[in-house]
């Protein structure tokens, strides 16, 4: 065996009995991820998004409610050695249809049939629906010809058996066009580190804190996990629970506040911003006799931010009534230094 061969042998990951089955997971939440950067950049985009969607049938691990109505669909396929032949696709691994365990002589539909009955499925209940099948695999020469900007094409399949086949599995040649029109295949796509490596690098370039990349990832999981976090159904708005807000994603840009005596931060315009109760929620707030109500420039934070600086200061830090307010906007000139906020007095926060 050649140095350059052992050299590559000796890159490939060793997985454990569940390490396969954890990469892929670890892979869907980093494409995830990577739509929530999306919506970060451009929150007027998207009305909401939910992961392990049950509304969505097998294209259910992103689905994406964007602003002009049309519903994203994604579907993500791993592998753990993309390079290697065995793990490309073709075009029996799409239109395989298995015998059932269940009922001998019962064939079940194929993987493609089922990605197009959940894309029309969907489609039925009104919404303009484009689909999406992303994986880090290959597809072999027969099926990668028949794909062009990411498109599926009748014309460009050779053998007529299978145009054949995929407009019987699909219920006709009309649902097949329309079904591939709406559909992107998204091949060799780039491997989960690489993919991490490229989403952490690009949160931090838009200003984003380490802190706010943790918890966003951590968040996610739970997301993954219970149907009905962070609101019912796993839907994720872009409100108090949503990324933009378990991400720490603020942008600086001044306007003018005021403190009121019941503790809700106001515009000029009267429009409410934020809450005391929403930042100091389980702890507890101890006011100096002497803190002065008045206008001036309020510093908007996550509760669990603010947290994390009361424990950087030792169980307690000191608030004060001019400081820079942070809103969501464009992060270009998003500041790295915090310490303004211990440098005015006002209330002292307790853990």
């Known amino acids: 065996m050649s140095d350059a061969s052992q050299n590559v042998l000796s ?44 509304e969505s049938g097998v294209l259910d691990d992103i689905r994406k409610e964007r602003s002009d109505g049309v519903v994203e669909l994604v579907q993500v396929k791993f592998a753990t050695a993309p390079d290697d032949p065995d793990s490309e696709w073709e075009w029996d691994t799409l239109l395989n249809e298995r015998d059932s365990k269940r009922s001998p002589g019962k064939k079940l539909p194929s993987l493609l049939a089922r990605w197009a009955q959940s894309f029309f499925d969907v489609q039925a209940g009104g919404k303009k629906v484009e689909a999406f099948v992303l994986t880090n695999r290959l597809p072999m020469t027969e099926l990668g010809t028949a794909i062009q900007n990411e498109r599926l094409s009748l014309n460009r399949i050779s053998k007529k058996t299978i145009r054949s086949e995929i407009i019987r599995q699909l219920g006709g040649e009309a649902k097949a066009v329309e079904f591939f029109a709406a559909t992107r295949f ?17 949160f931090h370039r ?18 993954v996990r219970d149907k009905n ?12 629970r949503g990324p933009r ?24 315009q009267e429009k409410v911003i934020g809450r005391w109760i929403d930042w100091t929620d389980g702890l507890t707030e101890h006011t100096t006799q002497h803190a002065p ?52 007095g006002g209330s002292r926060i307790i853990v």
């Open 11 to 54: 890159t490939v990951v060793q997985f454990t009995r569940s390490g396969a089955r954890r990469a892929g997971d670890d892979y869907q939440d980093i494409v995830a991820i990577g739509f929530f950067l999306d919506w970060l950049e451009k929150p007027d985009a998207f009305v909401s998004m939910t992961v392990e969607d049950e």
């Open 186 to 202: 998204q091949f060799n796509q780039p491997g989960l580190d690489t993919l991490q490596a490229r989403y952490e690098q690009r």
């Open 206 to 223: 838009r200003g984003g804190e380490q802190l706010g990349w943790l918890n966003l990832k951590d968040e996610l999981r739970h997301w």
């Open 229 to 240: 976090r962070p609101s019912a159904g796993g839907i994720i708005v872009d409100g108090l």
């Open 245 to 268: 807000t378990v991400a720490n994603w603020f942008s600086p840009k001044k306007c003018n506040v005021e403190v009121r005596e019941n503790a809700i931060l106001t515009t000029h």
């Open 293 to 344: 109500q008045r206008s001036g420039e309020v510093f908007l934070v996550n509760r669990r931010w603010f947290e994390e600086l009361c424990k950087y200061y030792q169980g307690h830090l000191v608030w004060g009534c001019e400081i820079t307010v942070f809103e969501i906007d464009d992060r270009r000139d998003a500041p790295k230094n915090f310490s303004i906020c211990k440098t005015f």
